[in-house]
């Protein structure tokens, strides 16, 4: 079955540290998403990708960075962590030029930075 | 820009009865999807039900059900016959009919269900 994996599942590294996190879809969908969850703020957009070379900022987009090589890949990098980026991060992806308007999450990463 | 409001943070029910989610958003556009998403403790989204700005027709996918009122800016969330496995954060979310299938997402509810 096609799906979007996330890895790590859950990492804690230290405040000043890159850190990378991986989202991965099989279902072959332009679209791909990361937003982060945090209390009291429901999820956020971070950067979302319309495809391949294509990258756009989100409502919380410093400090973030993503790239698209690929159809299948949305790499998160966190350029220099800090602790206002712990949070749950999530990944989606949907088809594109529907109408239905769809997103497919991942299982979540849960980033600790101290 | 569109913004979601839930302005219930929690909200708790007995087992077999109904519960009304409440959602409300802001926009200046005429065409645009509205969702409701649920986000159990293993914490994987889940779409629960989907509502077209055009049809005038509720959406309803088995005990759940929305009320979509237009004008009002209003979205809600009914759940019949509540179950354990309701138990859940539950999220509004809002996209516009242009542009590629960005949602914007209220804060959330989260719903207990009492045995």
């Known amino acids: 079955d096609a799906e979007i994996t996330q890895s790590p599942r859950h990492k804690i590294t230290e405040t000043g540290r890159q850190v990378t996190l991986a989202c991965h879809q099989t279902w072959n969908h332009n679209n791909m998403f990361w937003y982060r969850q945090d209390l009291g703020h429901g999820l956020r957009l971070i950067h979302y990708s319309y495809g391949v070379q294509d990258t756009n900022k989100g409502e919380v987009s410093d400090g973030y960075s993503v790239s698209r090589s690929n159809t299948e890949d949305l790499p998160l990098t966190l350029e220099s962590a800090a602790s206002s980026q712990t949070s749950v991060y999530f990944c989606?992806?949907?088809?594109?030029?529907?109408?239905?308007?769809?997103?497919?999450f991942g299982e979540g990463s849960r980033l600790t930075v101290l | 820009a569109q913004t979601v409001t839930q302005s219930q943070p929690e909200m708790s029910v007995q087992e077999a009865e109904t519960v009304t989610l409440s959602c409300t958003y802001d926009?200046?556009?005429?065409?645009?999807?509205l969702f409701w998403y649920k986000q159990p403790p293993s914490r994987q989204m889940i779409l629960v039900i989907r509502?077209?700005?055009?049809?005038?027709q509720n959406a309803t996918e088995n005990r759940f059900s929305v009320n979509f009122q237009k004008a009002a800016k209003s979205f809600s969330l009914k759940i019949s016959d509540s179950q354990l496995g309701d138990a859940a954060m539950y999220f509004c979310a809002y996209r516009s009919s242009f542009g590629n299938e960005k949602l914007t997402f209220g804060t959330g509810t989260r719903l207990t269900i009492i045995p």
């Open positions: 509502q077209e700005a055009y049809k005038q």
């Open positions: 926009t200046s556009e005429s065409d645009y999807y």
């Open positions: 989606a992806s949907s088809r594109g030029q529907t109408n239905t308007g769809e997103l497919f």
